[in-house]
Each structure stands twice: as structure tokens, then as C-alpha cells.
């Protein structure tokens, strides 16, 4: 999965919780991005950051809040105010546009289901 | 090809055959395409890319065609084999004032019989 590892693979969320998705790259990518896939769609962005200590807001975003403190991290959290949390999320990063072109490489993905 | 909607598009090839997946993409204003794949419980993988001022690009055993005419974009797959079975996504580049996004399509689910 090209150097981005998300964990867990697996989570669950009880009612109410907060839960936190972690992505880190050693690709040095500056640019990082979340998304979340329903089954048989296509991927929607939540949240992406460009450069270290900045972000914005995705097609997605309400019930999501991230940061993005390091280069190499952009942990994801899932909050109690995201009522239908269960889906496919995945991580992705990319050089800056200046530098190549927009390709995005992805992690592996935590699939987040509610108990 | 892709759609929208709720159902994923299905294609089903025998092994051997070449495979067209196609794709309706959005904004005239983009500049760049991108082809991903993305087997069962795992993350899209990058195929095949191509710019907005080319109409052809050939990679191994793919080839991505771009009609800008009719915003349309399709991947062939020659000699199709029992591991290209999986979901095939195209994206497009957004450049949002010096911010890019993909926008990717609902993708296509390829089954190869053997």
C-alpha cells in the first residue's frame, strides 16, 4: 500500500463515541486527504490538508474533524455527531501539484462499523 | 460503463479478452485524468493517467482514451486475466484557484471468468 498505513483495519463505534482513524505516510507527501466510500460508490472527500498545521473542509466534512500536525500523520476523527458513521474510510497523499501531477496514492483503509 | 446511481456498473469478460471500461466525466475545465483500482477490502491503486492535452496514452497491457468532445474517458485492458478483477474508478482533476481535488466517478466492477 505505498507507504501509507492506516490502522486499525477494523473498528467499531458505540453509540454516542468518539472514534479516531490514524493515517501516517513516509512518502514525504505534503498534501494528505480522507475519504469515505459506501458500498458500490465511488469515494467522497471529508478532509484534506495541503501543508502541515493547515486544512479544509472536504464535499463531507460535517461529524469529521481532523489535524494535521506532523507531515507525516492526518489522524481522522469520527465524531457523536456523525449519525450514519459506517463505511470504507481511506487515507490517501500526493506531492504538491507544483512539483508532479495529482496522483494520489492510498492506504489500505479501516472499515468503521456502529454496534 | 459508469453511472450514476446506487447500482455499480458490472462488466463480465472471459479471460483472454480485451475489456473496455468507460467513463462520463463531469467538468470540461479539467485538466487531468486518472484510473484506479480497487480490489475487494483494499485501497484504490493507480493504473494509468493522462492529461487533459492528449487524446491517447498506452501504459502495460492499458491504454486510457480521452474524447474531450463528449467528456468521456475509457480504459482497455488487453488479454484480460483473472487478476484484474476488481472495481475500476476514473478521477478527474479539479483545480479549485491554486487547490486541486479528484473527483472520482462510481466506478466499475470488472469480473473475469476463467
Known amino acids: 500500500d505505498g507507504g501509507i498505513t492506516q490502522s486499525p483495519k477494523y473498528l467499531f463505534r458505540k453509540e454516542g463515541q468518539n472514534v479516531t482513524l490514524s493515517c501516517e505516510q513516509n512518502l514525504n507527501h505534503d498534501a494528505m486527504y480522507w475519504y469515505r466510500q459506501d458500498p458500490g460508490q465511488g469515494l467522497r472527500l471529508i478532509y484534506y490538508s495541503q501543508i502541515v498545521n493547515d486544512f479544509q473542509k472536504g464535499d463531507i466534512a460535517e461529524g469529521y474533524s481532523v489535524s494535521r500536525e506532523k507531515k507525516e500523520s492526518f489522524p481522522l476523527t469520527v465524531t457523536s455527531a456523525q449519525k450514519n458513521p459506517t463505511a470504507f474510510y481511506l487515507c490517501a497523499s500526493s506531492l504538491p501539484r507544483a512539483l508532479a501531477k495529482n496522483i494520489q496514492y492510498f492506504g489500505a483503509g479501516t472499515r468503521l462499523s456502529v454496534l | 460503463g459508469e453511472s450514476v446511481g446506487l447500482h455499480l456498473p458490472t462488466l463480465s469478460v472471459q479471460e483472454g479478452d480485451n475489456s473496455i471500461i468507460n467513463c462520463a466525466y463531469s467538468?470540461?475545465?479539467?485538466?487531468?485524468f486518472i484510473w484506479y483500482k480497487q480490489e475487494s477490502g483494499k485501497g484504490p491503486q493507480f493504473i494509468i493517467d493522462i492529461r487533459s492535452n492528449m487524446d491517447k496514452r498506452q501504459g502495460q497491457r492499458v491504454t486510457v482514451l480521452l474524447n474531450k468532445t463528449v467528456k468521456h474517458l475509457s480504459l482497455q485492458i488487453a488479454a484480460t486475466q483473472p487478476g484484474d478483477s476488481a472495481v475500476y474508478f476514473c478521477a478527474e482533476n479539479w483545480d479549485q484557484g491554486g487547490s486541486e481535488k479528484l473527483v472520482f466517478g462510481k466506478g466499475t466492477k470488472l469480473t473475469v471468468n476463467p
Open positions: 467538468n470540461s475545465a479539467s485538466d487531468y
